[in-house]
Nanobody
Framework: VQLQASGGGLVQAGGSLRLSCSTSGRTFSSYAMSWFRQDPGKEREFVAAISGSGGRTYYADSVKGRLTISRDNAKNTVYLQMNSLKPEDTAVYYC??????????????WGQGTEVTVSS
């Protein structure tokens, strides 16, 4: 599974960005999807996840109410809508796929990162 993330950039605090992650193939709905992020010098951390059908979503406490994960299985794409961004959201964001429809365990496939920088 090849994952291609995009949508990162520089934004002021309080602003918004939408990250996208697309993949090829006809079985996209078979994969639960996640977003992680990593700031230099820190460990990679979980941000959000969504089941294969899109019916279940999960969020890190630090992003609840501000970031929203969604997916369009017809377009083989998962999104991360990021609102009310804070400087502490600055990181490289990675999308990842689980080889199952439910979100369980660590992802099996990783995409390249897209950098998000939030200025104060």
């Amino acid at each position: 599974v090849q994952l291609q993330a995009s949508g990162g950039g520089l934004v002021q605090a309080g602003g918004s960005l939408r990250l996208s992650c697309s993949t090829s193939g006809r079985t996209f709905s078979s994969y639960a999807m996640s977003w992680f992020r990593q700031d230099p010098g820190k460990e990679r951390e979980f941000v959000a996840a969504i089941s294969g059908s899109g019916g279940r979503t999960y969020y890190a406490d630090s992003v609840k109410g501000r970031l929203t994960i969604s997916r369009d299985n017809a377009k083989n794409t998962v999104y991360l809508q990021m609102n009310s961004l804070k400087p502490e959201d600055t990181a490289v964001y990675y999308c990842a796929a689980h080889a199952r429809r439910v979100v369980a365990g660590n992802p099996d496939y990783w995409g390249q990162g897209t950098e998000v920088t939030v200025s104060s």
